[in-house]
């Protein structure tokens, strides 16, 4: 499980370093996915498997798919087509290739059952929805509206008046 804790570890930073570098929205998203479900996995490896399926389902499958949605409703046009294009050639794809090898890799391992017993202790759904709407209810909350006032931003920026 160490080495899995590691590995996962390293994919996260490096993807994130890929989401930061990243020119295009798009890419820089799907780098993000990469990084959420590697620390997802990092969840898993520690014995908190409710916690990595919390990461999986919110992080990387409902907020990036609105983000996803936010980046289509910029409409950035043609110029950011002609670069797609581009970009889209067989180097640019090793990167996130590799970074979603080894967390498959992981995933199997871990599904398999192959990897000895975790580090750390079960953490229950009971315990999660406790601490969430306990102690940290205000930080819970600011995130929910730091992600309406980003929606709301977006929204504002990429629509285009009948005059245009």
């Known amino acids: 499980m ?6 996962c570890g390293l994919v996260a930073v490096l993807a994130t370093v890929g989401m930061l570098f990243s020119r ?13 479900l590697s620390v997802a996995m990092i969840f898993f490896a520690v014995g908190a498997p409710f916690a990595g399926a919390l990461e999986m389902i919110v992080y990387a499958g409902a907020i990036l798919v609105l983000f996803v949605f936010v980046v289509m409703m910029l409409n950035l046009g043609d110029t950011v087509e002609s670069m797609e294009r581009a970009w889209m050639q067989p180097k640019n794809w090793i990167f996130p290739v590799v970074l979603s090898v080894i ?13 000895s ?11 999660v929805g406790i601490a ?21 931003t977006a929204f504002h920026l990429g629509r285009r008046d009948d005059a245009e």
């Open 24 to 36: 295009n929205p798009v890419h820089g998203l799907l780098y993000m996915i990469i990084s959420l």
């Open 132 to 152: 969430l709407f306990g102690p940290y209810i205000m930080a819970v909350e600011l995130a929910s509206l730091i992600l309406l006032s980003a929606l709301v």
């Open 103 to 115: 967390l498959l890799i992981e995933v199997v391992s871990h599904l398999s059952g192959s990897s």
């Open 117 to 127: 017993h975790a580090m750390g202790q079960d953490v229950s759904p009971k315990q």
């Open 2 to 7: 160490e080495m899995a804790f590691y590995s």
